[in-house]
Structure formats: structure tokens, C-alpha cells
């Protein structure tokens, strides 16, 4: 690649064989991206008919490093091995997981449903959830989609993407499912993107914290958890970021500092327990305030009989589990209460969000190459710049920019050059 003139230069977005797996596009995919079911366009002169919806057919056979414990055969995609469940549940189940390709689509849609073709044992589940990528390069939360009730996203997108989760007893046969089918539309109420001059901060809450240990375990993601690793379980798959990415993060702040960690791990207790999520948004325990995990309420109250949605008995009101290095991170010694912000919630207050690139992307406490490296960005993912600043020039993959973004959940800056726009000075952010 030549080297671009000495101007400040930011980069193209940047797409495809520099993403992981999980930004790969349609291929693979049967048919073309957006390409509806219809004989043909609605009259030009019938305003009110609303666009076909657009469907198609996934592809189960590219597993690959963002799945878990999955295998494809004879057509199908089953279980690997019965024996392995995520790390901070402790079940006695196999588990395994399959992110499938995103899919493209025409036109903005904010609904999916989903036609599975599978046969599921007495002792075996399949949930599906879809979550869908907006224009501005932004994913929502993963949604689960079952038959006969479609998933509801949060805001127009222009990419949808799939997820099976598998579950069988142990020394029980697997599910085996065979085809997925999506098809998604537009109901004409999810926002295309935030209101100009919104100013909503991201959600924060007072959450009792476990440390959840189990090196060498495997977390929900396929990761395999590491002496003095850092990252957080919550308890629901709808902010489950793919391995080794901070699509979902939280900022978690102890007695001693505060930590930006990415969600690996699905847990402690329960597994559908958005809690963050405004009451009548949530996936469970509707009846609940938003911030209050349902192992509080239970715990402390006796809600649900003072159980989890397995039947357990709480044992403590546990609402995250934190992995080694980000529990005495923070300054924790024993269980305690933490402050939890959910970073990919709300608005972002005085912020802007991006798309970043590259993997290990050095967040530094200034605008230098030499200053302590505060944090790091494991992979492709969104960040919310409060400002930015010239710092030092930084010369890499063929670009030079001497700007740098301050990311305040991060505590630091990170060089515009992993910033996944075309500009080197990012519009509509201002000077630090």
C-alpha cells in the first residue's frame, strides 16, 4: 500500500479481511443480499404499502473461532462435546454456540423472524437470537427470536445476524439443526439513529459482584479464562460480545478504581436476566425495577421463592461475575458492591461513537506512543469519544495522523488511525 502524503491522514473505513469472521458480510449466504421474495416493486402511486419482507437462508457450514463447542456433519450442527458449559453457571450440560455470517440487507428493518429447522430431544434446547448492525457501524443488543414471535430491534439496521445456542443433558442426545431461515422487515417504529442532541448517559447501577476465578474454564464466548484475566459475566446472552471483541463492555468501579472490561461470560445464576434493560424491555422478571438483578430480589426478598430460573436457591444477590484481574482491579478483596455502567446503552451522553478496527489497539493515559498503556481494544468494536487532540505523529499499515480520541470509559486515548472512518480529524468532535 503506498504511503499516503505527509497531510494528516486518517484511513477508509475499513471492512471484510481486516474484521473477524463476525463482520465477513453475506458470504455464504443462499441468494443476494436483499433480495426480497416478491414478483416485483409495490406501484409507485400506493405510498402506504409497506416494502416485501426479505428473506434468507444461512449458511450453518463456516463454523468457525467466534462458535463454541460446535460441530457441523451429515448437514447439520450439533453439540461437540456434552461434557463443556459456560464457566460462572457450573451446569451439568453441554453447551455450544454458532454465530452465524451477518447478512446484509437493501433497506433498513427493525424485525426478524426466524423458521428453524431442527429436531430438539426432551433433553435438548435451542434458542436463536438475532441482533442487527445500524448504518453508523453500531450493533444492538442481541434479541431472541422464537416460532411465532419475531424479534424486536431496537432501531433501524442494515445488517442482521444470528446466533444458536445449543444445549443438551449430559450423556443425552444433542439438538441437530439443519437449516435457519430469516426474514426480517420494517414496522415503521424503531428510530433510524438517535435524536439530534440527545444527551442520555449510559445506564449505571449499584450491583453486588462475585469473582468468578475458574482458570482454565471456558466462558460462554469460547474463551479460555486466564490467570489475572479481565472481563465480566453478565446475566443474559443479549450483551454476549464474540470472542475476543468489546462489542459489549461495562465500566465497573470498586472501592479502589474503575475498570472497562468487555461481557464473555453469560451469568452467575440466571441467563435471561437483562437487568439493565428498562423494566418492560426485559427479557425476564418484567415485573422487576430496571437495575436490580432477579438474584437480589431473590436473595434478599424471597422473589421467584427466593430461587433462579433453574430452581437453585440463591445463595447471594450476585448481578456480575468479574474475572480475577478485574476483581482486585478494582480494589475488591471479597465479594462486594460495585457501581456497573453498561457502556452499549442510551445515548453516550457529550459523546460520539465510532467504529474502531484492528486488534490490540493500545489505549494510552495521553496522546503518545510512550505514555502508559491504560487498556486495550481486543478487536473491531464501537467506542464513545468525549474529544480529541494533535499528540504524537503515528505511522502505521501505510497511514500517519498525529490525532488522538479521548475515550472516557477507557480513561485514555487512542490514535485516530484506528478510528474506522475516512477522516483524520473526526467530524463533530471537538479539541480536548
Known amino acids: ?54 428473506s434468507w437462508r444461512a449458511d450453518l457450514s463456516r463454523t468457525g473461532t467466534d462458535d463454541v463447542n460446535v460441530r457441523y456433519g451429515s448437514g447439520a450442527l450439533r453439540v461437540r462435546d456434552g461434557s463443556v458449559s459456560p464457566a460462572s453457571l457450573g451446569r451439568d450440560r453441554g453447551y455450544a454456540s454458532a454465530v452465524l455470517d451477518p447478512h446484509r440487507v437493501d433497506r433498513p428493518v427493525d424485525r426478524v423472524t426466524v423458521d428453524l429447522d431442527a429436531t430438539v430431544p426432551d433433553a435438548a434446547s435451542v434458542e436463536v437470537d438475532v441482533r442487527g448492525r445500524a448504518a453508523d457501524g453500531t450493533w444492538t443488543e442481541w434479541r431472541r427470536a422464537v416460532a411465532g414471535t ?23 442426545p444433542t439438538a441437530v439443526v439443519r437449516a435457519v431461515t430469516l426474514t426480517a422487515d420494517d414496522t415503521g417504529g424503531a428510530p433510524a439513529e438517535p435524536a439530534p442532541g440527545a444527551t442520555a448517559a449510559a445506564f449505571s447501577a449499584r450491583v453486588y459482584a462475585t469473582r468468578e476465578g475458574l482458570v482454565g474454564h471456558t466462558t460462554a ?40 472490561a468487555p461481557v464473555w461470560d453469560v451469568g452467575p445464576w440466571n441467563t435471561h436476566d437483562d437487568h439493565w434493560n428498562p423494566s418492560a424491555q426485559r427479557e425476564q422478571w418484567k415485573d422487576l425495577p430496571r437495575g436490580l438483578p432477579a438474584a437480589q430480589a431473590a436473595y434478599e ?4 421463592g ?40 442510551e445515548g453516550g451522553g457529550d459523546t460520539t461513537s465510532f467504529p474502531t478496527w484492528g486488534t490490540d489497539v493500545s489505549v494510552r493515559a495521553q496522546a503518545t506512543t510512550a505514555s502508559t498503556r491504560v487498556a486495550s481494544l481486543p478487536g473491531p468494536t464501537t467506542v464513545r469519544v468525549r474529544c480529541q ?19 472516557p470509559d477507557y480513561g485514555g486515548y487512542v490514535s485516530n488511525i484506528f478510528i474506522d472512518v475516512a477522516e483524520a480529524w473526526l467530524p463533530g468532535v471537538p479539541t480536548c
Open 389 to 407: 487532540v494533535h499528540g504524537q505523529l503515528v505511522n502505521h499499515d501505510g497511514y500517519s495522523n498525529d490525532a488522538w480520541s479521548y475515550l
Open 306 to 345: 427466593g430461587r433462579d430460573e433453574f430452581g437453585r436457591q440463591v445463595a447471594n444477590p450476585a448481578g456480575i461475575d468479574l474475572a480475577d484481574g478485574t476483581f482486585y482491579n478494582v480494589g475488591l478483596n471479597d465479594n462486594g458492591w460495585v457501581t456497573v455502567t453498561y457502556l452499549w446503552t
Open 221 to 260: 464466548n469460547g474463551h479460555v479464562i486466564q490467570v489475572n484475566d479481565h472481563f465480566v459475566a453478565l446475566p443474559s446472552r443479549r450483551a454476549l460480545s464474540p470472542k475476543g471483541s468489546a462489542q459489549y463492555s461495562v465500566q465497573v468501579c470498586g472501592p479502589a478504581r474503575c475498570e472497562t
Open 150 to 172: 419475531p424479534a424486536e430491534l431496537p432501531r433501524d439496521v442494515v445488517e442482521v445476524q444470528a446466533r444458536l445456542t445449543l444445549w443438551n443433558a449430559k450423556g443425552e
Open 301 to 304: 426478598d424471597g422473589y421467584n
Open 1 to 54: 500500500m503506498p504511503t499516503p502524503s505527509p497531510r494528516r491522514s486518517g484511513r477508509a473505513p475499513r471492512r471484510g479481511p481486516r474484521t473477524t469472521r463476525a463482520l465477513s458480510g453475506t458470504v455464504g449466504l443462499l441468494g443476494l443480499a436483499g433480495t426480497s421474495l416478491g414478483a416485483g416493486p409495490a406501484p409507485m402511486a400506493d405510498a402506504a404499502v409497506p416494502p416485501v419482507p426479505v
